[in-house]
């Protein structure tokens, strides 16, 4: 059975990096997965060569690809900033721009529009949730912009906040979020310790 499992790992299309990087080429944000860039030392040569094929490409209506030694990157340009997905050669490019279009498009929602490094570092949280809620691992969670938006923001799926919510009993239990959690338990050991 782990047989079964370990090849149909080789089947599921997962993420080597997602990272951004500044007008200068220095990282703002970086998540690695893969192995193939197991220390710093790597993934910041990577990262300089990345930057150095990519310095004047201008891909900000849509995703640009470069091939990079045995990675496929796909690129989209901020302001001041560049976003990547990296995955290994022979994973579908169209699979890695789905994955950076639902990154760049739930970040661009959230900071409306203002796609700049300054911005960026201000809202790090957001940025480090959304890559959190975009992959795992490297393997691909979401990649719709509205659904990446609402779960960074603990919005419910109709975009009502899901703090504003009166009880988390109405919530199916993977939906709610911790604060809804102790905020339930709170008042139910307040009613069972005022009956008493």
């Keep these: 059975n782990f047989a079964y499992i370990s090849n ?3 089947l599921s299309p997962s993420i080597s990096a997602v990272l951004i990087l500044d007008s200068n080429g220095e990282r703002v944000c970086a998540k690695w997965y893969s192995n193939s860039f197991a220390t710093a030392q790597a993934q910041q040569q990577f990262e300089e060569r990345l930057f150095a094929k990519s310095r004047n490409m201008n891909a ?3 995703a640009d690809i470069l091939m990079l030694g045995d990675v496929i990157t796909v690129i989209r340009s901020g302001t001041d900033v560049q976003f990547y997905v990296v995955g290994d050669a022979s994973e579908n490019e169209l699979i890695l721009a789905s994955v950076l279009d639902g990154m760049y ?3 661009s929602t959230m900071l409306r529009g203002h796609m700049e490094r300054r911005v960026l570092l201000d809202n790090l949280e ?3 949730l959304t890559v959190d ?3 795992d691992g490297g393997v691909i969670l979401e990649t719709d912009p509205a659904s990446i938006t609402n779960r960074v923001l603990m919005k419910g799926v109709g975009g009502a906040d899901s703090s504003s919510s009166s009880s ?4 199916a239990p993977g939906e709610i979020s911790l604060s809804q959690a102790f ?3 709170r ?3 307040t009613r069972s310790f005022l009956q008493q």
């Design 8 to 10: 149909m790992a080789g």
């Design 60 to 62: 900000r209506a849509e």
């Design 105 to 107: 498009g739930a970040i």
């Design 126 to 128: 957001l940025v480090l």
């Design 133 to 135: 809620e975009l992959v």
């Design 168 to 171: 988390a009993g109405g919530s």
């Design 183 to 185: 905020s339930a338990a």
């Design 187 to 189: 008042s139910q050991f």
